[in-house]
């Protein structure tokens, strides 16, 4: 159950409180070589310190809307490290008329953007990862039970989310013989600050923390930490799950 002599590409760190940086503090404790990605240089400095912490030399720009840049980060890993053993991919985005509106007034250029960002980015690494993965690997993205059912003020991001979870199955039917494993997690509310987009956040965190069963929400320790056991061979068998990491509250009516 370690990561020792495996390397992993983590996509979506903003700062201290992002889900991408717990995901990064727990497989770098268990030994794996990390190379991670910042938005653009207004995001860098929050980035680098936290790189800089863990003894991270490749930290690279990603703006995957970018043409070619999702490219040229693999181009980088390629020459680098010649493989990749695990990618966590956990960006989203929505412009926010579009997120903080009704779905039934969406546009459709926000829509075809949520998609684009959100979900097949991931389908893209995959894509790249998919040679690199010579010895098998395991991919994951980050979801919401707001994919699965319907979460007050979710709007948008409830079917972009529906379509990540998704996306994920197919993907690990299709990459399973080349022992490539794909893994959805679900945390609950988390406050980041991609979630800080979303109108009534507060009352949101606050009412799952009451009907969690045992009062607790999960923290970027918490998926960091579940995280870094899928990529560890002890779930070698394990793919084409959508993971609860939320303290139980999905189980609750």
């Known amino acids: 159950m370690r990561l020792d002599g495996k390397k992993g590409l983590i996509v979506g760190i903003a700062n201290e409180h992002s889900i991408a940086y717990g995901c990064a503090q727990a497989t770098h404790a268990l030994g794996a070589e990390l190379a991670i990605t910042y938005l653009n240089e207004k995001a860098k400095p929050h980035v680098a310190p936290l790189a800089e ?14 043409p070619g840049a999702l490219e ?3 181009e980088t890993l390629a020459a ?6 695990f990618l966590i991919h956990s960006i989203a985005f929505a412009p ?43 991919l994951f993205a980050m979801s919401y039970l707001g994919a699965q059912r319907v979460v007050e003020h979710y709007n948008l991001m409830g079917p972009v989310k529906a379509a990540l979870e998704s996306a994920g199955r197919y993907l690990a039917a299709e990459l399973a013989p080349k022992n490539i494993r794909v893994h959805i997690l679900s945390p609950g509310p988390i406050r980041t600050r991609a979630a800080s987009g979303l109108a009534e956040f507060d009352t949101l965190i606050e ?7 045992g009062h607790r929400l999960a923290t970027i320790e918490d998926v960091g930490l579940a995280t870094a056991l899928l990529a560890t061979d002890a779930a070698r068998i394990m ?13 609750m009516g």
């Open 72 to 74: 040229t980060v693999f």
């Open 96 to 138: 926010k008329d579009d997120l903080q509106g009704r779905l039934t007034d969406s546009s459709s250029p926000g829509f075809a953007e949520a998609m684009d960002i959100s979900c097949h980015s991931f389908i893209r690494m995959a894509k790249l990862a998919e040679p690199l993965m010579t010895d098998g690997g395991t």
């Open 53 to 66: 912490g863990m003894g991270i030399e490749l930290v690279l720009p990603l703006n995957v809307a970018e």
């Open 239 to 251: 793919t084409g799950e959508t993971l609860f990491i939320d303290g139980g509250y999905h189980l």
């Open 80 to 85: 680098r490290w010649g493989k990749l053993d």
């Open 207 to 213: 009412e799952t923390q009451d009907r969690t069963p």
